[in-house]
């Protein structure tokens, strides 16, 4: 290969390197922009599904399960797991969300169900994104504690 080609090969591959590091400098901007955002939307699906539960609109409720939920568990299922698995998130006073991660088209949400004897009963919500609309493919109750402790984090 001649000077001139091994010029221009060089030329070349530095064109390359430096819009691969450009590319890697944009998404990587958008990705800390969007993860700096409170996730209002999801804290808002699970607000939405606990209210249709208050109200005993289990339909409704039902309705903010992803297709996958939905595919394992009928609606009289639900009902029915809601009915003995949830009381107490029933009667929870307020509800407070702590950690958060998104990944694309799936988020995880830790959120606390507070009783008015301070008791606190903690869950983890794994969401995903379907046809632009946050759905909840699964909640897990974590051990709870007594109203007597504290819960760890900031108060604002």
């Keep these: 290969m001649n000077q001139r080609g091994k010029i221009t090969l ?3 591959l530095i064109s390359v ?3 691969a590091a450009l590319l890697r400098y944009s998404t990587t901007r958008q990705s800390q922009f969007a993860a700096s955002r409170p996730p209002a939307e999801l804290f808002e699906v699970v607000q939405r599904q606990l209210s249709a539960f208050r109200t ?3 339909p409704s409720a039902y309705e903010h399960a992803s297709a996958n939920f939905q595919q394992h568990w009928s609606l009289e299922q ?3 797991m809601v009915r003995s698995d949830y009381r107490r998130v029933l009667k929870a006073e307020r509800v407070e969300y702590g ?9 995880v949400v830790q959120v606390f169900f507070v009783n008015s004897d301070g008791s606190v009963l903690p869950c983890v919500y794994h969401l995903v994104n379907e046809e ?3 759905k909840i493919d699964s909640a897990r109750r974590l051990k709870g504690w007594d109203g007597g402790q504290r ?3 900031i108060r604002s």
Excluded: E, V
């Design 10 to 12: 060089l030329l070349f």
């Design 99 to 107: 950690p958060w991660q998104r990944w694309g088209s799936k988020a």
């Design 56 to 58: 005993r609109n289990l």
């Design 78 to 80: 639900f009902t029915g």
């Design 151 to 153: 819960m760890r984090g």
């Design 132 to 134: 632009g609309r946050w």
């Design 17 to 19: 390197c430096a819009t």
